[in-house]
């Protein structure tokens, strides 16, 4: 970028890319974070315990700006944790620290290879060049954003093709897992 950065246009790229990661996980991973971590506490909580991971925001000449939005618009559920957390998942629909936009545990890529072969790595792929997006600020990203959505969309129709109506992911990978454990007993 030349001359003066425009930190509209950066904010605007920043929540676009938070928009396109929001829409996938929500539609794909919501179940699967809130089933296995919040719930069942089986595994590592991404969210409990990391105020300073996750609060901290180092986006490049616009953090601030964010962490400001964020705070005007979201009082905190909780003063554990990052706060955001409550039961039902993160009540942040925008203004997402990085790491919370972008993180895939290895039990969430574990679950995607479970799924479908090699979308664990898919998903891994998405999350790389989403945390590349959010690194590269102050630049301007859109070329990356267009990539990014065609990864997110490529993967979200292998999914919908194998899911039946109405089933989350956590719900057909938990009954793969039932009928795999009882056909190998």
């Known amino acids: 970028m030349t001359g003066?950065?425009?930190k509209s246009l950066l904010i605007d790229q920043y929540l676009k890319t938070e928009r396109v990661l929001r829409n996938f996980f929500d539609n794909y991973t919501l179940s699967v974070c809130i089933g296995h971590c919040v719930k069942t506490k089986k595994g590592p909580n991404c969210c409990e315990d990391q105020d300073s991971r996750i609060t901290e925001i180092n986006v490049?000449?616009?953090?601030?700006?964010?962490?400001?939005?964020r705070s005007a618009k979201y009082t905190k559920f909780s003063s554990q944790g990052c706060g955001y957390l409550s039961p039902h998942g993160c009540i942040l629909k925008e203004y997402r620290s990085p790491i919370?936009?972008?993180f895939v545990c290895e039990d969430l890529e574990e679950y995607f290879d479970r799924l479908g072969p090699k979308f664990g790595s898919e998903l891994k792929g998405i999350e790389r060049l989403a945390v590349s997006i959010?690194?590269?600020?102050?630049?301007?990203?859109?070329?990356?954003?267009?990539?990014?959505?065609?990864?997110?969309?490529?993967?979200?129709?292998?999914?919908?093709?194998?899911?039946?109506?109405?089933?989350?992911?956590?719900?057909?990978?938990?009954?793969?897992?039932?009928?795999?454990?009882?056909?190998?007993?």
């Not at 490049?60 to 939005?69: H, R, S, T």
């Not at 490529?154 to 793969?176: A, C, E, H, R």
């Open 4 to 6: 003066e950065i425009n």
């Open 60 to 69: 490049n000449l616009i953090g601030q700006d964010i962490l400001a939005m």
């Open 100 to 102: 919370c936009n972008t």
């Open 134 to 185: 959010f690194k590269g600020f102050p630049d301007t990203q859109e070329e990356n954003i267009v990539r990014l959505e065609r990864m997110v969309s490529t993967l979200s129709q292998k999914i919908d093709m194998l899911l039946p109506p109405n089933t989350s992911v956590w719900d057909y990978v938990t009954k793969i897992w039932r009928v795999k454990q009882v056909t190998s007993a």
